[in-house]
Structures are given as structure tokens and as C-alpha cells.
């Protein structure tokens, strides 16, 4: 018993002083923890202006700055980001990361952030700094994958992905099918469609994936499988209409007139004004043998649309 | 608030007029059309299409974005059936021309040094300069094209190629389309009043890019109908010339700049490589070069493939 409060004392005391010296250090953040655990849960419940408002608090009643904590600012970033606040949330994690350089979670954020906007350059030197610190971040990894492929380095994304896939096999399937994009852009069919059915083998449902399997077989002229692809999609998202179009043109090129034909009507009935859809009948028309009926077809689109891509295509075949 | 942390944000905020990224975001009917079109116009046989030619411009190290430029094409699938290159453009374009994949090329600019051009830049080079009134000799880039691909012609390349040259003598444009490659090459590609003239068919010869920046005409005399240009053209805002050198070789940048202008607008379709701050012969930069190729290819590519479809419908889309 004696020899038991011989140690309980020192270990109190050690636990004070250096509780103490923490505080005073500015190692420990200044406001109430309770601030953070309730924005916390009103973040997790959705209530993102409220979490903002809290989060707010807690930061910036902080008044020493390298003692607010990354982890705040990566939270009020985020709400901002649910909000559809994108450069607000931007302004908190640069705030933040002048205060924490090296944390990788808020630097994979912002990273990220700038990837979805389009601003692939100052993402890419985000992402480097975040594989400085930890060359296997995943997140990272993947992230510098995408930017590449967006800016159509698409040798150097794969070198990305590989490393990814080196390090988790298992990676998210969408990792698997920016891959499997990858082999597509630089049109090697065989290696996209290998890999897009192993992302379908994980999220047999997802119409984004199930496109990229049709254009890889429609790319290896397996024109009945490419079809098949797109017809499994189409059930899944019988809203998009790009899965319509895709569809119409390569019925088209089939030979299959009618078919072509029944699913214009049907893109349509979703999108009345399509120059693509009736550019499509005209191009049926023609090759059932009507050239008038489709001039006339091709005219109505010159005459809505001129200066599209399909307008300009439908102008030149009108002359 | 500081500014370094406003303006990225601020940027962000004009960018998010611009459409945000998504990992597969949904095609335009124009994006549908165009992948349809060109995938029947690049699996039509030469024969029963326009002849696409490839114009590469001098420029030095710049020129390397020439290999950027050359690898999003390829993924691409646009044909080049016709290549004539200047100076850098000729190196570049022959070694392409001879059946080098885009990714020798880039090993080729990791690997290629002054001692690979030339054995006078040492000591020995500046006594005989200095003493002996003599310039160093280009011979080496003979032996470097020689290990790259063999003693070969220009009748023996894969696809049709030339290269201009100057005779200083007479000031006469010295068009190469046959005979050894090397040679050719090498004169196209031999500054003046940087190497000594190349002795070479009773000829003195120095870099084409005097007469000939950008070879649109050259092309098109080797049978070419649709040409594309790659040009990349003088950076006269990074640097002012401080020294005899530095205006000499602005003199020519300025001269150069005149005959891309002038011989661009003969061209189909142009893709301007803006490659900054790199000098003629700063080696260490020619990956770099080559990356803006990359990225200005791929920006343009869509618009590239739009025209050129439109030059071509009437053989896509036979009536």
C-alpha cells in the first residue's frame, strides 16, 4: 500500500507538470475540446452552417495561432465545401496550412480541392508535397494520377496508378477505372477493357464504368458486346442521355437503321432540341436511301444551331 | 488577411465558372460526335483519305516540345503521313520519321549532352576558337544519330520526311528529301556562328532556320493536304540580352518569329508551344519543353480533330 503511493505521487505530479508545460508550450489547443466534439456531430448530422458557426468559434477565440488546431480547420474547410463553398473552404485550408505546412490530411484536402476545379497545376504541387512527406499516401497517389491524366500525361499517370495498385491491390474501384480510362485515351482497348472489368467486378452497376467496357470493345470491333455494355447501362441510368446518343451512332454503324432510329426518338422525348439526335436520323435516312429527306433533316439543324461542332457538321453535308 | 492566401482563393473563385471536375464527367453530343467521326476517319486506309502533314519549327531546345506534341497525336491516333522538321524540328521529326516511339524520343532528350553534339566544347575547343579563328564541329550528332538508328537514308524511313538547310556560301535554301540521314540533319540543325559549316554536296551548310523556321511549304512539296504546324516561337519577355552573343541571337529569334507568322497562316492548323525561359542550347531543359507540348497539344486536341474532320467529311461520311 505504502509503496503504491510512492509511485501514485510522482506520476501525478509528472502528469501536471507536463500538462503544464504543454499549455504553456502552445502544444495544446486553447478552446473548450467540447467546441470541436459538438461541430463534430453537427457536421456528421448535416447541419453544416451551424458547424461553421461552432468550428468558427473555437479557431479564432484561439488567439495564438500555431495553437489551432489542423484538424478544425480541416472540418470548417469541409462544411464550407458541403455548402458549395469551394473557394471559402480554399481560404480556410491555405489559412490552415500556414500554421500546419506539413499536415498531410489538410494538404490532401486542398489538393484536392484544386483538382476539382480545374486548377490541376497548383493541385499537382500539393499533392507533391504531401508524397515528399509520405511517398506511399495513397490519396496522393491517386490524386496525382487523375491530374496527369486530365492534363494528358497519360504515360505518367499510369506510373502513379501502378505504384497505387503496387501498394493496395484492392484500391476503389474508380481508382481502377481512371486506370482503365487511362489505356483508353491512348487508345490500347485490350489493357482498358482488362481493367474496367475488374472496376465492374466491384461496382457492377456504375453506368460510368460500364460505358468505358463499351468503348473499349467497341475500340476491339466486339461491336455486339460494346452494345450489350451500353444497353446494361442505359438500364441502370435511363436518364442519361449521352448513353442514348452513343447507342443511336454505333446501331448506326451497325447497320441497324430502325434501332438507330427508335432510340432518337426516345433521346428526344428527354431532350426535344438534341441536334445530336436529329443529325442522327438524318445520317439513318440517308443510308436507308432517302439523301433528300436527310438534307432536309440536316437543314433544321443549321437553322437552331450553327456554330456547334454537329451544326457546323450538318452545314457542311447540307452543301 | 494576407494576400498569398486570398488570391488562390480568389482565382478559384473566377475558376468555378468553369465546369468542375469530375472523376468521368458526362460527354457533350459534340465530344459523342467527334469520338464517332474520328474513329471511322483514322481507320480509313491512306489511300481513301487527306493526306495529314506534319510541319515541325527550329527553336533549339524549345523544339523539344515538338516530342509532347508528337506523343498526344499518336495517342491520339491522328496520322502523319508526311513530316519535314528544322533544325530541332529535324532531329525530332527524322528520329520520329525513322519509327522511334514517343517514348525513345523522351529517353533521347535525357540522354543527349553537348559532348553528343559536339567534342570542341572543352579546352582544346576554345584554344582552336580563340587561336585558330575556328568553330567547333557538329560532327558527333553524326555518330549519336548513327547509334540511335543505324547508318539510314531517307528513303528508308517509315514515313516520308525532309529538312531544310542554308548554303552560306550562297545563301541558296538546301532542301534535303534523300540520300543519308545524319548529314542532313545535322546541317538543318547547325547554328551559325556556333558550329562551323557542314561540307556536305559541294555545299557549306548551317541551320535551316535561317531561310525556313517553320517548313509548312516543305510538307506540303512532299504531298501533304491538311498540314499541322508545331511552333515554338522566341521567348522575347524572360530575358534581355546583355551581351554581343545575346543580340546576335536575338536578331535571329526576332527574324525567326517573322517566318512563323508568316508561314503559319499557310498552315491548317497551328499548335503554338510557348516554352519560356529556356535557351537555345540549355540542354537541361529539354524535358521541360517537351511537357508544354504535352499539354498544349492535349488542350487543343479537340479542336485539331474538329477540323480536321471537317476538311475530311466528304471521305467519313461518303453520300
Same mark, same amino acid.
Given at each position: 500500500m505504502c509503496s503504491n503511493r510512492n509511485y501514485i505521487l510522482p506520476l501525478l505530479l509528472t502528469g501536471l507538470l507536463s500538462g503544464c508545460s504543454a499549455g504553456f508550450l502552445g502544444?495544446?489547443?486553447? *478552446?473548450?475540446?467540447r467546441d470541436y466534439t459538438e461541430a463534430r456531430d453537427l457536421y456528421a448530422n448535416g447541419h453544416y452552417e451551424a458547424a461553421i458557426h461552432q468550428l468558427t468559434q473555437y479557431i479564432y477565440k484561439?488567439? $495564438? !495561432?500555431?495553437?489551432?488546431e489542423a484538424r478544425a480547420y480541416r472540418l470548417l474547410g469541409k462544411s464550407y465545401e458541403q455548402l458549395n463553398y469551394p473557394d471559402k473552404a480554399l481560404e480556410i485550408y491555405l489559412e490552415a496550412l500556414e500554421f500546419h505546412p506539413k499536415d498531410v490530411p489538410l494538404l490532401t484536402e486542398a489538393a484536392h480541392l484544386y483538382q476539382q476545379t480545374g486548377l490541376t497545376n497548383r493541385s499537382i504541387e500539393l499533392y507533391e508535397k504531401v508524397l515528399a512527406l509520405e511517398e506511399n499516401n495513397t490519396d496522393a497517389l491517386a490524386g496525382q494520377a487523375f491530374n496527369y491524366m486530365t492534363m494528358g500525361f497519360d504515360s505518367k499517370a499510369r506510373r502513379f496508378y501502378d505504384r497505387l495498385f503496387e501498394l493496395e491491390? $484492392?484500391?476503389?474501384a474508380q481508382h481502377r477505372a481512371g486506370y482503365a480510362q487511362s489505356f483508353l485515351n491512348q487508345r490500347k482497348y485490350r489493357l482498358a477493357f482488362s481493367n474496367i472489368s475488374l472496376a465492374l467486378e466491384k461496382e457492377p452497376d456504375n453506368p460510368d464504368f460500364l460505358l468505358i467496357s463499351a468503348q473499349s470493345c467497341h475500340g476491339l470491333g466486339h461491336f455486339d458486346r460494346a452494345l450489350q455494355q451500353l444497353q446494361a447501362a442505359r438500364e441502370i441510368a435511363p436518364e442519361r442521355t449521352d448513353l442514348m446518343a452513343y447507342q443511336a451512332l454505333w446501331l448506326h454503324e451497325k447497320g441497324e437503321y430502325k434501332a438507330s432510329d427508335t432510340v432518337t426518338r426516345e433521346l428526344l422525348a428527354l431532350q426535344p432540341d438534341s441536334s445530336l439526335a436529329i443529325f442522327i436520323q438524318g445520317l439513318n435516312q440517308q443510308a436507308s436511301g432517302q439523301p433528300r429527306t436527310a438534307q432536309k433533316t440536316w437543314k433544321r439543324i443549321t437553322q437552331q444551331d450553327s456554330t456547334s461542332f454537329t451544326g457546323r457538321v450538318a452545314a457542311s453535308l447540307t452543301h | 488577411m494576407k494576400i498569398s492566401r486570398c488570391l488562390p482563393a480568389l482565382l478559384l473563385g473566377l475558376c468555378l465558372v468553369a465546369q468542375a471536375k469530375e472523376p468521368f464527367p458526362q460527354k457533350t453530343e459534340d465530344d459523342i460526335l467527334r469520338e464517332f467521326l474520328w474513329q471511322q476517319f483514322i481507320s480509313?486506309?491512306?489511300?481513301?483519305r487527306p493526306t495529314v502533314g506534319l510541319a515541325l519549327s527550329a527553336g533549339? !531546345?524549345?523544339?523539344?516540345a515538338h516530342v509532347g506534341t508528337l506523343e498526344v497525336l499518336d495517342n491520339a491516333g491522328v496520322p502523319i503521313d508526311r513530316l519535314a522538321g528544322t533544325s530541332m524540328g529535324s532531329v525530332v521529326g527524322s528520329l520520329y520519321a525513322a519509327g522511334l516511339p514517343t517514348e525513345k524520343l523522351w529517353e533521347v532528350g535525357q540522354h543527349i549532352t553537348m559532348d553528343k553534339i559536339s567534342?570542341? #566544347?572543352n579546352l582544346i575547343g576554345a584554344l582552336r576558337f580563340l587561336f585558330g579563328k575556328k568553330l567547333p564541329s557538329s560532327a558527333n550528332l553524326v555518330n549519336f544519330f548513327h547509334e540511335q538508328l543505324?547508318?539510314?537514308?531517307?528513303?528508308?524511313?517509315?514515313i516520308p520526311f525532309a529538312c531544310p538547310a542554308m548554303? #552560306?556560301?550562297?545563301g541558296e535554301r538546301v532542301e534535303f528529301?534523300? *540520300?543519308?540521314l545524319a548529314i542532313a540533319v545535322r546541317a538543318s540543325m547547325n547554328l551559325p556562328g556556333v558550329f562551323e559549316p557542314v561540307q556536305y554536296r559541294h555545299r557549306a551548310l548551317v541551320d535551316g532556320a535561317v531561310v525556313d523556321y517553320l517548313p509548312v511549304e516543305l510538307v506540303r512539296s512532299l504531298g501533304a493536304d491538311y498540314i499541322i504546324a508545331s511552333v515554338t516561337p522566341p521567348d522575347f519577355f524572360s530575358k534581355t540580352p546583355t551581351s554581343v552573343a545575346g543580340y546576335i541571337n536575338r536578331v535571329g529569334d526576332v527574324r525567326g518569329a517573322a517566318m512563323i507568322e508568316e508561314s503559319a497562316q499557310k498552315a491548317n492548323f497551328v499548335l503554338v508551344n510557348r !516554352?519560356?525561359?529556356? *535557351?537555345?542550347?540549355?540542354?537541361?531543359?529539354l524535358e521541360d519543353a517537351g511537357e508544354v507540348g504535352v499539354v498544349q497539344a492535349h488542350t487543343h486536341l479537340k479542336e485539331l480533330q474538329e477540323d480536321l474532320l471537317l476538311f475530311s467529311l466528304p471521305y467519313v461520311l461518303k453520300p
Open positions: 502544444l495544446a489547443p486553447a *478552446g473548450d475540446r484561439t488567439q $495564438n !495561432v500555431k495553437r489551432r491491390p $484492392n484500391a476503389p | 480509313l486506309p491512306q489511300q481513301q533549339g !531546345v524549345r523544339g523539344f567534342a570542341d #566544347i543505324g547508318d539510314m537514308h531517307f528513303e528508308d524511313l517509315k548554303d #552560306i556560301k550562297t528529301t534523300s *540520300g543519308p !516554352v519560356l525561359d529556356t *535557351g537555345t542550347l540549355e540542354l537541361s531543359k
